[in-house]
Nanobody
Framework: VQLQASGGGLVQAGGSLRLSCAAS????????MAWFRQAPEKGREFVAA????????YYADSVKARFTISRDNAKNTLFLEMDSLKPEDTAVYYC???????????????WGQGTLVTVSS
């Protein structure tokens, strides 16, 4: 599976961004998908994940009620809608995929290249 993340950019606090992750290769619809992020000088942090069959979402407490993860299996694309952005959301955002249920464990088999989100105060 190859993953290509896009949609990052500079936004003011309180604003919104929508990230996309285009997948190619094996059957996207059977993979557990997730978003992680890494801020400068910090470790990789779980953001959100989505079950491949039930579409059940999982969120980190820090983004719950502000971010929405979704997927379009027909278009092999994963999304992350980010609202009410805060400066502390500034990070490189990575999409990830795995045939097993990983949720917040960063041991996904496949990773995208990352897209930078910068939130100014």
């Amino acid at each position: 599976v190859q993953l290509q993340a896009s949609g990052g950019g500079l936004v003011q606090a309180g604003g919104s961004l929508r990230l996309s992750c285009a997948a190619s290769g094996r059957t996207f619809s059977s993979y557990f998908m997730a978003w992680f992020r890494q801020a400068p000088e910090k470790g990789r942090e779980f953001v959100a994940a989505i079950n491949w069959s039930t579409f059940k979402p999982y969120y980190a407490d820090s983004v719950k009620a502000r971010f929405t993860i979704s997927r379009d299996n027909a278009k092999n694309t994963l999304f992350l809608e980010m609202d009410s952005l805060k400066p502390e959301d500034t990070a490189v955002y990575y999409c990830a995929a795995d045939p097993s249920t990983r949720i917040s464990i960063p041991q996904y088999a496949y990773w995208g290249q990352g897209t930078l989100v910068t939130v100014s105060s």
